[in-house]
């Protein structure tokens, strides 16, 4: 019964997967003039068509889209889950948090920037009943204090209960949520196998991230050495020490060499760096959809690669809205 549930899933996971954007559909919206348009194409994808259809082009924005994709996204987990509810209920456990970081981050986006009013959501029933969060009332929120009633009965409320709202530190913040979501994963106790494949993916991902970081902090920031470890992940195969060793001998070729070994691919100094854990996430993800014989495995990597394709269409909607050259936001589309 349970290999029979597991090649159901891995059926269905990758029946999912092959409706996906592919390079004509990214190109039909590449060539679109306006908002309207994209909103038009969208919802002649059966794929998106469905929530696509109430919106008008004045709602077609990036907090609105992001929200009704991540939805969606919520939503195609809960119907995989049917085909194992046990192995469902430990993966929504994930999504949940995936999604509860994303928007508290969204949200002190608009809150640093005095727009906390212009916060939007639009989340399925299910996710808000699951949740100890009410995000609809975000937008409501008119201080510090008034923020930190709202996230009291969650987990992320240790989080940010020492801060009170002037200059808060985004980076410690963003760390500690993130830190959060990758400690869920590693502790979902789905299998063996499981936990030891996703702990060396996090691993690999963690080492891109960290490194990546060095040569911000090195090109953009100048952080001082003895601050600089508050910027790092505390997980992957390379430890602090050996970080800072890299941020202190200021030889960025020595970075890029680093990168290379990791992901298999050579890179020079003027990359788009930024790009390389999302890129090295996407080929793990497409790798594991159609070789992985484990279903968990099989759905964690969907979920990447939905979350890369709702990633996407933002980018061409705001490329396209804002009148960005093509080759400007077309550079940023992982695929």
Not at 97 to 117: T, Y
Not at 182 to 194: G, Q, V, Y
Request: aromatic share 14%; hydrophobic share 40%; charged share 25%.
């Amino acid at each position: 019964m349970a290999l029979l549930s597991n090649n159901a899933l891995l059926t269905k996971v990758r029946l999912m997967y092959a409706k996906r954007l592919r390079s004509r559909d990214y190109e039909e919206l590449f060539s679109c003039s306006d908002v309207n348009q994209i909103s038009q194409i969208l919802k002649s994808m059966k794929l998106y068509s469905s929530f696509i259809m109430n919106l008008n082009e004045g709602d077609v924005h990036r907090g609105v889209l992001e929200s009704l994709l991540r939805g969606e996204l919520f939503n195609e987990m809960a119907a995989l889950a049917k085909y194992d509810l046990t192995l469902g209920e430990k993966l929504f456990e994930y999504v949940m948090v995936r999604m509860e970081v994303a928007s508290l981050l969204k949200f002190l986006v608009f809150f640093m920037s005095g727009n906390a009013h212009k916060y939007v959501c639009c989340f399925p029933g299910f996710f808000e009943k699951r949740s100890k969060i009410d995000f609809k009332s975000f937008k409501n929120v008119s201080d510090y204090q008034s923020f930190l009633e709202l996230i009291k009965s969650s987990a992320y409320y240790k989080m940010f209960s020492d801060g009170k709202g002037e200059n808060l530190d985004m980076n410690k913040i963003e760390i500690s949520l993130y830190s959060y979501l990758i400690n869920t994963a590693l502790n979902l106790k789905i299998s063996r196998k499981f936990s030891i494949e996703i702990k060396k993916f996090y691993n690999s991902y963690i080492d891109l991230v960290n490194l990546v970081r060095i040569i911000r902090l090195r090109k953009f920031h100048n952080v001082r050495p003895n601050c600089v470890r508050l910027y790092f992940f505390d997980f992957g195969n390379i430890k602090t020490k050996e970080l800072i060793d890299i941020y202190e001998d200021l030889n960025l070729d020595r970075v890029c060499k680093k990168i290379s070994s990791i992901f298999k691919f050579k890179f020079s100094e003027d990359c788009d760096f930024d790009k390389i854990p999302k890129l090295m996430r996407y080929k793990w993800a497409h790798r594991k959809i159609f070789y992985s014989s484990s279903s968990p495995m099989a759905m964690m990597a969907y979920m990447f690669l939905k979350e890369t394709e709702v990633s996407n269409i933002v980018k061409i909607i705001e490329g396209i809205r804002y009148k960005l050259p093509r080759s400007e936001f077309e550079s940023m589309i992982i695929k």
